[in-house]
T-cell receptor, first 112, second 121 residues
Framework: DAKTTQPPSMDCAEGRAANLPCNHS???????VYWYRQIHSQGPQYIIH???NNETNEMASLIITEDRKSSTLILPHATLRDTAVYYC?????????????FGTGTRLQVFP | GAVVSQHPSRVICKSGTSVKIECRSL??????MFWYRQFPKQSLMLMAT?????????EQGVEKDKFLINHASLTLSTLTVTSAHPEDSSFYIC?????????????????FGPGTRLTVL
């Protein structure tokens, strides 16, 4: 399984961009990178995923390096409601089953 | 949309009793659902993969006779914690996989329910 490494915590001022890094140096060529976040006492919320190309949706942008060994999740204008634990996950796909193996994530604190 | 619900949101039970938790995909069909457990201040741990119409596949160390999973329809999976004990107290979360592209080799995204907090006295 490709493991991910994330900083345990980060701070961001409200209105500024939050850039959350993730290292996944052992990722295989056909493995996707997924990002979820979990607000306290709730189920995780899907944010975005990608394989090779950069991706953008209404919530965030995902920048994947050319060698695919790391990625960055960008929240362009952080709000207080973005305070959460953010998980970067390399999707594990044994026997055509998609398994999300959660690590410890990054606790993002957005402050006023 | 991709909405997943769980019922109940909270349950308190006595030691030795069984508790059933329901997971429903409200606006899509899910051939595959997953069950996770999360202890305080820890990350989510995958317990089992539930496939509609077949037996669940359990992760190593998860007792299949204690955590009974039934996925009888494309929108409903249930987790029954049998003979619950205080150490089973946890936050139980399900996810449902929604077909996104249908293309071979492209994974389908998992959407999570809000979780069920189980307290065993």
């Amino acid at each position: 399984d490709a493991k991910t490494t994330q900083p345990p915590s980060m701070d961001c001022a409200e209105g500024r961009a939050a850039n959350l890094p993730c290292n996944h140096s052992t990722i295989s060529g056909n493995e996707y990178v997924y990002w979820y976040r979990q607000i306290h006492s709730q189920g995780p919320q899907y944010i975005i995923h990608g394989l090779k190309n950069n991706e953008t949706n209404e919530m965030a942008s995902l920048i994947i390096t050319e060698d695919r060994k790391s990625s960055t999740l960008i929240l362009p204008h952080a709000t207080l409601r973005d305070t959460a634990v953010y998980y970067c996950i390399v999707l594990h796909r044994p026997y055509n089953t998609d398994k999300l193996i959660f690590g410890t994530g990054t606790r993002l604190q957005v402050f006023p | 949309g991709a909405v997943v619900s769980q019922h109940p949101s909270r349950v308190i039970c006595k030691s030795g009793t069984s508790v059933k938790i329901e997971c429903r995909s409200l606006d899509f069909q899910a051939t595959t659902m997953f069950w996770y457990r999360q202890f305080p201040k820890q990350s989510l741990m995958l317990m089992a993969t539930s496939n509609e119409g077949s037996k669940a596949t359990y992760e190593q160390g998860v007792e299949k006779d204690k955590f009974l999973i039934n996925h009888a329809s494309l929108t409903l999976s249930t987790l029954t914690v049998t003979s619950a004990h205080p150490e089973d107290s946890s936050f139980y979360i399900c996810s449902a996989q929604k077909q996104t592209t249908g293309l071979a080799g492209v994974p389908d995204t998992q959407y999570f329910g809000p979780g069920t907090r189980l307290t065993v006295l």
